[in-house]
T-cell receptor
Framework: DQQVKQNSPSLSVQEGRISILNCDYT??????FLWYKKYPAEGPTFLIS?????DKNEDGRFTVFLNKSAKHLSLHIVPSQPGDSAVYFC??????????FGTGTRLTVIP | KAGVTQTPRYLIKTRGQQVTLSCSPI?????VSWYQQTPGQGLQFLFE???????NKGNFPGRFSGRQFSNSRSEMNVSTLELGDSALYLC????????????FGPGTRLTVT
């Protein structure tokens, strides 16, 4: 029973363009959402987060949008760079240090 | 400050055996969580330890267990290994009440043959 779904396993984007990664969740009671990035042979690294009281959070080239009515989360990367090529996981926090992750989207930024 | 370390990095075991994985958190972090990553299921939460006590547990069978020591180091044990246990096992540490921002180790790649 996947509580967090990333329906696109992969995404390819030209360098300099916008990358949009999507995530859907099932439980409207979730109140904290996160994005992690993972390179091969490394553990995931925290990227950006948003609480349910907001609908947008921005950090440099990364912006996360939350649509609570649609139970949808998205990550925008502008402009995309080749170094952004990685697997991106969305996650929800359901309790103290308890994260549910999606299955990930592999982003490839083409130079 | 040193990151989260996990040992061993790679492990090959046979069905029916047991295995113990180790995780050393970032200095000062008291919470350690364990995750299993497989291609089809993504990252799945196993359990979380804080002050030597299991605080949260995911939906995994009792063959998966863990413990935490007084220095916050943690071990995870899997008994009676099955082929489906082949995965990347990730450990993450965080401060006591941090919201979301966990720091992950590089993982232990377990292969069960």
């Amino acid at each position: 029973d996947q509580q967090v779904k990333q329906n696109s396993p992969s995404l390819s984007v030209q360098e300099g363009r916008i990358s949009i990664l999507n995530c859907d969740y099932t439980n409207s009671m979730f109140d904290y959402f996160l994005w992690y990035k993972k390179y091969p042979a490394e553990g995931p690294t925290f990227l950006i987060s948003i609480s349910s009281i907001k609908d947008k959070n921005e950090d440099g080239r990364f912006t996360v949008f939350l649509n609570k009515s649609a139970k949808h989360l998205s990550l925008h990367i502008v402009p995309s760079q080749p170094g952004d090529s990685a697997v991106y996981f969305c996650a929800v926090q359901t309790g103290a240090n308890n994260l549910f992750f999606g299955t990930g989207t592999r982003l490839t930024v083409i130079p | 400050k040193a990151g989260v370390t996990q040992t061993p990095r790679y492990l090959i075991k046979t069905r029916g055996q047991q295995v113990t994985l180790s995780c050393s958190p970032i200095s000062g972090h008291r919470s350690v969580s364990w995750y299993q990553q497989t291609p089809g299921q993504g990252l799945q939460f196993l359990f979380e330890y804080f002050s030597e006590t299991q605080r949260n547990k995911g939906n995994f069978p009792g063959r998966f267990s863990g413990r935490q020591f007084s220095n916050s180091r943690s071990e995870m044990n899997v008994s009676t290994l099955e082929l489906g246990d082949s995965a990347l096992y990730l450990c993450a540490s965080s401060f006591e009440d941090s919201i979301g921002e966990q720091y992950f180790g590089p993982g232990t790649r377990l292969t069960v043959t």
